[in-house]
């Protein structure tokens, strides 16, 4: 069966994930930084941002991929649900980089969270509420 909303959500954060890890090689070349931050306030921002990244993304897309195929590939909240989580990973990302606090990383993180608990939520109602039998017309 095709995922194709969990697909698409994770082919575009692939896209902001490759931009996040450019950014940090950019600064280790120009900073001349081989391991860790080096002391580098904004090598330490981009380090935190990709880190970030790869700490929420990843269950979020097994949680969107498992709901897809367990509800179907039409289900209209899940494109929903994966648009924001992109714009809420560009957001926080963005915010990354401004001093703190402020708003793109407020409302990036807080997002990002709030998807999280939900598809955490909505998995475990599937899991744990049976589907009802099917009736059989004859």
């Known amino acids: 069966m095709p995922i194709p909303?969990?697909?698409i959500t994770a082919g575009l954060l692939g896209l902001v994930f490759m931009a996040l890890t450019l950014r940090v090689v950019g600064r280790r070349m120009s900073g001349k930084?081989?391991?860790?931050d080096g002391g580098d306030a904004q090598m330490?921002?981009?380090?935190?941002?990709?880190g970030n990244f790869t700490e929420?993304?990843?269950?979020?897309?097994?949680?969107?991929?498992?709901?897809?195929l367990t509800t179907g590939h039409?289900?209209?909240?899940l494109w929903g649900i994966g648009g924001v989580l992109v714009l809420a990973r560009i957001a926080h990302a963005i915010g990354m980089s401004r001093p703190a606090p402020n708003?793109?990383?407020?409302?990036?993180?807080l997002l990002s969270w709030l998807i999280i608990l939900g598809l955490s939520l909505w998995a475990l109602w599937i899991g744990l509420v049976p589907a009802p039998a099917p009736h059989d017309f004859v």
């Open 5 to 7: 909303a969990t697909l």
């Open 103 to 109: 708003g793109f990383r407020a409302v990036g993180a």
């Open 74 to 77: 039409g289900n209209f909240w």
């Open 33 to 36: 930084i081989i391991i860790g």
């Open 44 to 50: 330490l921002e981009r380090i935190r941002a990709h």
């Open 56 to 68: 929420h993304v990843p269950l979020t897309l097994i949680l969107m991929a498992g709901i897809e």
